[in-house]
T-cell receptor, first 115, second 115 residues
Framework: GAVVSQHPSWVICKSGTSVKIECRSL??????MFWYRQFPKQSLMLMAT?????????EQGVEKDKFLINHASLTLSTLTVTSAHPEDSSFYIC???????????FGSGTRLTVV | AQKITQTQPGMFVQEKEAVTLDCTYD???????LFWYKQPSSGEMIFLIY??????QNATEGRYSLNFQKARKSANLVISASQLGDSAMYFC????????????FGTGTRLQVFP
């Protein structure tokens, strides 16, 4: 089945630094990747949609300069959290539509802690 | 406005019993898809079941069935013969319209199965 590999699974960084999260589709081509953020005990909130070869579409209230998304190839989408602050600490998870019933495959998520 | 509503923050069920997790949705588009996902403490998103808006029959997948009541805009998940391993967060999600793959999640229900 379709697999999305997400790395790293967890990361701790200092305030003010940047962190890059990668989502790689292993056995299919992902023209679209959705990026979600999930705070503890809350739902998945859609942050942005990345499309291969074009600019990402951000949801209302999401700072595009802070959360840089790149989708340079059909198998790789990245999310960079720039100048991270403790309030950016969260679980970030990516998802790609697979075109099959059941529709989506998710990465395993990245737990980001900013200290 | 909330598109997907899950009114049960937490549910308890005894092992081997059935449990219903509620989900209501709001859309004016006649074409939509409804999904249920399980999220254990590890954070991974596990697809359980899908119901399309034009599907005539309720979806079933093993111990999972979806009680789809279109007029009431509800898509409740029924888990039969609960197992201890069913303890997790459960999210209802909707893909709205035929021209988008964007998936919007409800707030989730934490299910705890006790012996």
């Amino acid at each position: 089945g379709a697999v999305v590999s997400q790395h790293p699974s967890w990361v701790i960084c200092k305030s003010g630094t940047s962190v890059k999260i990668e989502c790689r589709s292993l056995d299919f081509q992902a023209t679209t990747m959705f990026w979600y953020r999930q705070f503890p005990k809350q739902s998945l909130m859609l942050m942005a949609t990345s499309n291969e070869g074009s600019k990402a579409t951000y949801e209302q209230g999401v700072e595009k300069d802070k959360f840089l998304i790149n989708h340079a190839s059909l198998t790789l989408s990245t999310l960079t959290v720039t100048s991270a602050h403790p309030e950016d600490s969260s679980f970030y998870i990516c998802s790609a539509p697979t075109g099959t019933l059941g529709g989506y495959t998710f990465g395993s998520g990245t737990r980001l802690t900013v200290v | 406005a909330q598109k997907i509503t899950q009114t049960q923050p937490g549910m308890f069920v005894q092992e081997k019993e059935a449990v219903t997790l509620d989900c209501t949705y709001d859309t004016s588009d006649p074409s939509y898809g409804l999904f249920w996902y399980k999220q254990p403490s590890s954070g991974e998103m596990i697809f359980l079941i899908y119901q399309g808006s034009y599907d005539q029959q309720n979806a079933t997948e093993g111990r999972y069935s979806l009680n789809f009541q279109k007029a009431r805009k509800s898509a409740n998940l029924v888990i039969s013969a609960s197992q201890l391993g069913d303890s997790a967060m459960y999210f209802c999600a909707m893909r709205e319209g035929p021209n988008t793959d964007k998936l919007i999640f409800g707030t989730g229900t934490r299910l705890q199965v006790f012996p």
